[in-house]
C-alpha cells in the first residue's frame, strides 16, 4: 500500500504562484512515477505532469513553460511549482502513484484545492 497525502493549495490572484507537495508513504519502491492531475468543476481529471523515479518529466501543453515538476527522494516527495496561474488553472489538484506492477495509477491522495482569482 501507498499512501499519499498533498498539501500547498490555496487562493492566489491571476499572475501568481502556488507550489503543491505530495509526500508518500509506506511501499515507495513500488513506485515507477508520481503525476499530478487537476478536475474542474463539471470536468474530467486530466493530466498536468508527471515524473518517473528516474526523474523524466513531462507535461501536459497546457502548463508547458508555467509549472514544474520535481522530486525530493529524501523526503518521499514530489513538488508542482506553478507560476503564472490563470483562472482556467482552477481545480483541485490531486497526486497519484503509478506502480510498476500495473502500470496504473493505482493511488491517490485526497486532493487540495487550488483557487486563482481574476
Known amino acids: 500500500q501507498v499512501q499519499l497525502v498533498e498539501s500547498g493549495g490555496g487562493l492566489v490572484q491571476t499572475g501568481g504562484s502556488l507550489r503543491l507537495s505530495c509526500v508518500a508513504f509506506g511501499r515507495i519502491f513500488s513506485i515507477r512515477a508520481m503525476g499530478w492531475y487537476r478536475q474542474a468543476p463539471g470536468k474530467q481529471r486530466e493530466l498536468v505532469a508527471t515524473?518517473?523515479?528516474?526523474?523524466?518529466?513531462d507535461y501536459a501543453d497546457f502548463v508547458k513553460g508555467r509549472f514544474t515538476v520535481s522530486r525530493d527522494d529524501a523526503k518521499n516527495t514530489v513538488y508542482l511549482q506553478m507560476n503564472s496561474l490563470q483562472p482556467e488553472d482552477r481545480a483541485v489538484y490531486y497526486c497519484?502513484?503509478?506502480?510498476?506492477?500495473?502500470?496504473?495509477?493505482?493511488?491517490w491522495g485526497q486532493g487540495t484545492q487550488v483557487t486563482v482569482s481574476s
Open positions: 497519484g502513484a503509478q506502480t510498476i506492477a500495473t502500470m496504473k495509477y493505482d493511488y
Open positions: 515524473i518517473t523515479s528516474g526523474g523524466v518529466t
